[in-house]
Nanobody, 124 residues
Framework: QVQVVESGGGLVQAGGSLRLSCAASGLFFSWYTWGWFRQVPGKEREFVAE????????DYAGSVKGRFTISVDDAKKMVYLQMNSLNVEDTAVYYC?????????????????WGQGTQVTVSS
C-alpha cells in the first residue's frame, strides 16, 4: 500500500522560511518523479516544483523559482521543499506527489500518488 505523507507546514511571517517534508512508503521510491503542488480554496491545484526520476533535473513554477528548492533523499525515501522569502501569495495547502511517468510535466493528472497535504500560511 502506497503512502505519501507531508509535514512541516505552519504559520510563518512574510520573508520567512519553511521546509516541507514528504515521507513515502510502499513504492520503489527512486523510480519516481516527485513533485510539489499547492492549492488555495476556489482555485485549481498549481504546480510548484518537480525533480526528475533520475534526479538529473528540476523544474519550478516561475512564481517560486529562486526561492524554493526541491530535493530528495532516496535512501530515506524523503522529498523536501525548502521555501525561502515566503510571501502572502504562497499561502496554500501543499501536496507532495509521485509520478511513474518519466516526464509528467506540470500536469497534476500525470501524477499517480498524492499525500493529504500540509497547510502553509504566510502572514503579512
Amino acid at each position: 500500500q502506497v503512502q505519501v505523507v507531508e509535514s512541516g507546514g505552519g504559520l510563518v511571517q512574510a520573508g520567512g522560511s519553511l521546509r516541507l517534508s514528504c515521507a513515502a512508503s510502499g513504492l520503489f521510491f527512486s523510480w519516481y518523479t516527485w513533485g510539489w503542488f499547492r492549492q488555495v480554496p476556489g482555485k485549481e491545484r498549481e504546480f510548484v516544483a518537480e525533480i526528475s526520476w533520475n534526479r538529473g533535473g528540476t523544474d519550478y513554477a516561475g512564481s517560486v523559482k529562486g526561492r524554493f528548492t526541491i530535493s530528495v533523499d532516496d535512501a530515506k525515501k524523503m522529498v523536501y521543499l525548502q521555501m525561502n522569502s515566503l510571501n502572502v501569495e504562497d499561502t496554500a495547502v501543499y501536496y507532495c506527489a509521485a509520478a511513474k511517468m518519466i516526464s509528467p510535466g506540470r500536469s497534476s493528472p500525470q501524477y499517480d500518488y498524492w499525500g493529504q497535504g500540509t497547510q502553509v500560511t504566510v502572514s503579512s
